[in-house]
């Protein structure tokens, strides 16, 4: 059950960042495999880069799952993105999702090979802001992550709320949502009132 | 002579993108260093990124003669680039060469250590386009897999191409080449009538 | 004691680099997150790579002290860097330093793990070229590798006089002495005379 609440996390921020991408591209008028492409680095490049990081196999090598999902939200996206005003609006909203749910989801799975708290949290960051990174430099848009807004902070947020809670005892599936909901939170506000 | 295919396929492939990365560098009016880095960067940051990911080792990390050949491509163009006008032109057609050449070698490789045939093309089409992307985020050059014409589609081509082939019982050396030739034409089609 | 050499100097050279990337924060007006997350990439960033290309474990994931330290420095820019003029100077030359500091460690670090010394090198330059590179490219600057000063030249010729004056039975705290000054030297007469 615990072990399904973070893949379900893991699985649900592939699909809103994988989006992103796609949304990048759109703005970009790519082709179709130019929005598999942008698609499919910012879905899986936050978790890609941990997992080298942590010198464990990269998740998606051994599981041509992750991939494929990414390409059908990339296709997906490719044949009905037919809304041009509100998509950057859109993008950062998934971008925010996607941030509060890889900031626990990247802290979890760091934790699991046995690293201290505070490089835990630095992987949770890693996850959650390198997809987006690596989609806005092939994209060549300005990175998120340099816009004045509250944006790795949020993450960082999130992570430390899922390590502080776990280490109060509270049970992990209300330690997890509690680090998305206050990653969610910090960020929403930022884009809302930032 | 399977293995030596192979072999031929990733050291061309090494020395004519090593010679786009020098290329860059001649635009950007360089030293001889960032001559000789631009090349190296180039020619060996797709299959970098690919060993990475696959978690075996750096190619040429155990074997300085990668290396030591892309500093000679990058002296032989610092000493001989003379002809401003055509260059662009020349990049664009070896970055071509380059891209059917790893898209096949990349593939190749990544089903050497196992992994499925839907992984192994999307390493094929990371070896081949990866070190394009280094060089033109560090040459400053918007990344050529940005520009509206078919890029990583030929790779993906090529390298589709030759996984088939080789599925149905095609030789090896004869899916390699099919495969090369597939990823070629497409993008030389692109370069030509995009 | 030569142990301790080699730390003192990966030691230095993380705390520069990890001010150089607060520097650029502090150009860029972002909030105390964005100088913390620069300073950590900037000051880790060379080493990183290094570890992932050896395939031995990255040095700050098993050592939170590492992460702590750039984010100490971020702090201490962030609520002392009031010279905005000057803030440029500053940090080109204590990029200068870095350099120096990490073309050494970097070399000796990978030495140590078996390689030859013409990979070694190439790692030195690795190490103390590309947290300024990350740096430069989550930044929006220019990166400063693309100058048209001698840049990595200059950590190639450290590394260069540190493995040569080894090779011929100097002690490795002196050789590691030259190699730093060598370095040092040569970037400081391009950013004083280039």
Do not use: N
């Amino acid at each position: 059950m615990v072990q399904t609440a973070t893949q379900v996390l893991d699985w649900l921020g592939i699909v809103v960042f994988a989006l992103t991408g796609a949304l990048v591209a759109s703005r970009k008028e790519m082709d179709v495999v130019g929005f598999a492409v942008l698609a499919t680095v910012t879905g899986i490049g936050g978790g890609t880069v941990r997992d080298v990081l942590l010198d464990v196999p990269v998740f998606w090598v051994r599981e041509p799952a992750y991939l494929i999902t990414c390409v059908v939200v990339a296709l997906v996206a490719f044949f009905t993105a037919h809304v041009p005003q509100s998509r950057y609006r859109y993008l950062l909203w998934l971008d925010a999702v996607g941030l509060a749910l890889f900031a626990v989801a990247g802290t979890e799975k760091a934790m699991e090979t046995g690293v201290g708290a505070t490089v835990a949290m630095a992987m949770g960051v890693i996850t959650a802001t390198f997809g987006g990174i690596i989609r806005d430099l092939l994209g060549g848009e300005v990175p998120v992550i340099l816009s004045r807004e509250i944006y790795a902070s949020a993450a960082l947020a999130g992570a430390a709320a899922f390590v502080a809670l776990g280490a109060i005892g509270v049970p992990r599936e209300a330690a997890i949502a509690a680090g998305f909901v206050v990653g969610l939170l910090i960020r929403a506000a930022a884009l809302r009132y930032g």
